[in-house]
């Protein structure tokens, strides 16, 4: 049991007043700075998605080096190997930035976790805005990556800066883990982070990620996230795409193949038709249902605000449950199919149906991916189809969950009350951070999630933004959050 006296930090034995507020007003100050500072990163198009943009991901984790190095911090980046792309050439991967600033054995070490890569994104797709140049509009900052995940990164800089610009000592030691390849899966990085666990994560006592958004317009502490696999089913048939007035009729399709399998994976109530897919989903507790009865979601708002006439359920608690508990499967696109505009009658020769099944506790992906592949065989065997079927899957990434009782959450929720003056919702999260799990696993250290996103922002969507005012109170947050740890009273 490791013990951080809180006499240790100077800072630690004042009002928390007496310390924060000067830094409080450092962030206020300086808030068009580090817009500035955010909209310079928005422009950086660091999509992990498209291999020829990767480029841009050295950028940006350049600008991230050379700003903890401004700060003092020494800075490495890992090698994480290489990936093959679908042509069969292998491609090396962008590093993993791993940052440390000057250790004092006295104070709590917390290793910050966040990516700088973002989702694909295009003017064309429906954006009011272009995606890479932040634009401001009634207290919102629009741009690719505002605030999954360049915003909250940024936040966690600022809040050092400020401790260092208003010559307070910092009352926590810091590492950062910053990557980005997190949008397509963390490639790489469970490895480097089973590397270095003897070494880099050795005297980590919190890992802490900023990297979801609020539930409501309430501040959140986040305790789980889903796990995820994703799918590529791949059919082919003909050697060329064939004319559908000449061959229509008298050949096997790919396209009507690949559509039959992915129809026999979910029906219209959103229910996954993977037999066994339900079997280890963890039984919800009664005091895991309570949970949910406090939090503060608002259907009809979600509604108007992602522009659905109804959802899959129909109680605040069930909709939560589905998102974050339960398993669910989203078919994402077809490569290969027609999609331009105009009317070409050409019967496709290959297409790759994608889709991704989210995981919760207890489920294993290794046992997912054999459901899904003995599912989609079985299915395939009975259309009788000539065509040759490929299943793949990548990504693999458990669910995370925490205990709330965990010291960096009682941290959490104190820093929550003296920014916002409330007490934090406590929520999961539907999406995925594929390391989360491994964090803990592998390091065996404590992760705690504490995102400064709002309900609204639209990650991964068109239009995503995060506000001024969460950009700004969520800098507010971290350097709160700082002190507060300093002063838990020893590391349990
Ligand atoms: N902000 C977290 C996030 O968006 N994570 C991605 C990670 C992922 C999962 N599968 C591929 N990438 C997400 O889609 O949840
Ligand atoms: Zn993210
Ligand atoms: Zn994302």
Same mark, same amino acid.
Not at 152 to 178: D, G, M, R
Not at 334 to 351: L, M, W, Y
Not at 436 to 464: C, W, Y
């Given at each position: ?24 007003? *450092?962030?206020?100050?300086h808030? $068009? ?37 401004e ?26 930035l ?13 290793c ?19 995606p ?12 690719? %990556?505002a &605030? ?10 600022? @809040?050092?800066?400020t ?23 963390s ?7 089973r590397?270095r ?19 409501s317009?309430?501040?959140?502490? &986040?305790y789980g &996230?889903?796990?995820s ?6 059919? +082919? ?9 000449v061959?229509g009729?008298?050949?096997h ?11 026999s ?5 959103g ?25 503060h ?9 992602i522009g659905?006439?109804?959802?899959l ?7 939560l449950m589905?998102?974050?508990r *339960? ?6 696109g ?10 070409? &009658? ?5 297409v ?19 459901q899904?592949k ?18 793949? @899957? ?7 969950? @925490?205990?709330?009782n ?12 003296v920014?916002? %003056?409330?007490e934090? +919702? ?9 390391? @989360? $799990? ?6 065996g ?13 639209g ?8 506000s001024?005012?969460n ?16 002063k838990?009273?020893?590391d349990?």
């Amino acid at each position: 049991m490791l013990l951080h006296l809180s006499s240790s930090s100077s800072s630690t034995s004042l009002p928390s007043s007496t310390v924060l507020d000067p830094l409080f007003l *450092y962030i206020d100050e300086h808030q $068009n700075e580090f817009v500035q500072r955010l909209r310079e990163w928005v422009a950086v198009k660091s999509d992990s998605n498209d291999h020829t943009l990767w480029g841009e991901i050295h950028k940006i984790l350049n600008m991230t080096a050379n700003r903890i190095q401004e700060m003092g911090g020494q800075v490495e980046f890992a090698d994480i190997g290489t990936q093959k792309l679908s042509n069969g050439e292998s491609v090396a991967l962008p590093p993993v930035l791993l940052a440390q600033f000057e250790r004092d054995p006295n104070k709590p070490t917390l290793c910050i976790y966040g990516h700088v890569d973002v989702q694909p994104a295009k003017k064309e797709d429906g954006w009011s805005t272009d995606p890479y140049s932040l634009t401001e509009i009634n207290g919102n900052l629009y741009g690719r %990556g505002a &605030t999954d995940n360049k915003g909250p990164v940024l936040a966690w800089l600022h @809040a050092l800066e400020t401790y260092k610009a208003s010559k307070q000592e910092v009352p926590v030691n810091l590492k950062f883990v910053i990557e980005g390849m997190e949008e397509v899966g963390s490639d790489g990085l469970d490895e480097l982070t089973r590397q270095r666990n003897e070494s880099f994560f050795s005297d980590v006592d919190y890992i802490v990620i900023s990297d979801n958004v609020w539930v409501s317009k309430r501040p959140a502490l &986040t305790y789980g &996230t889903r796990g995820s696999s994703y799918f590529f089913v791949e059919v +082919e048939g003909p050697k060329l795409d064939l004319h559908s007035g000449v061959f229509g009729g008298s050949v096997h399709e790919p396209m009507t193949d690949v559509i039959t399998l992915l129809g026999s994976l979910l029906d219209h109530t959103g229910k996954i038709l993977v037999p066994g897919i339900y079997e280890s989903v963890a039984p919800l507790t009664e005091e895991e249902r309570k949970l949910y009865k406090d939090i503060h979601f608002d259907m009809e708002e979600m509604k108007n605000n992602i522009g659905v006439k109804s959802f899959l359920q129909d109680n605040k608690e069930e909709i939560l449950m589905s998102r974050w508990r *339960y398993p669910s499967l989203s078919i994402h696109g077809i490569e290969g199919a027609f999609s331009d505009p105009g009317s070409k &009658t050409v019967i496709p020769r290959r297409v790759i149906g994608k889709f991704s099944l989210r995981q919760v506790p207890n489920m294993d992906p290794a046992v997912v991916e054999r459901q899904v592949k003995e599912h989609l065989q079985e299915v395939f065997a009975k259309q009788k189809s000539p065509n040759n079927l490929k299943v793949m @899957a990548t990504v693999g990434a458990k669910p995370w969950v @925490a205990n709330l009782n965990n010291p960096e959450y009682i941290a959490g929720r104190k820093a929550v009350k003296v920014v916002f %003056g409330v007490e934090p +919702e406590l929520i999961r999260e539907g999406s995925t951070i594929p390391i @989360a $799990n491994n964090f803990q696993e592998v390091t065996g250290k404590r992760v705690m999630m504490l995102p400064i996103g709002g309900h609204d922002d639209g990650e991964h969507s068109q239009n995503e933004k995060i506000s001024r005012y969460n950009f700004i109170q969520g800098t507010k947050l971290f350097v709160a959050f700082f002190y507060e740890l300093s002063k838990l009273q020893k590391d349990q």
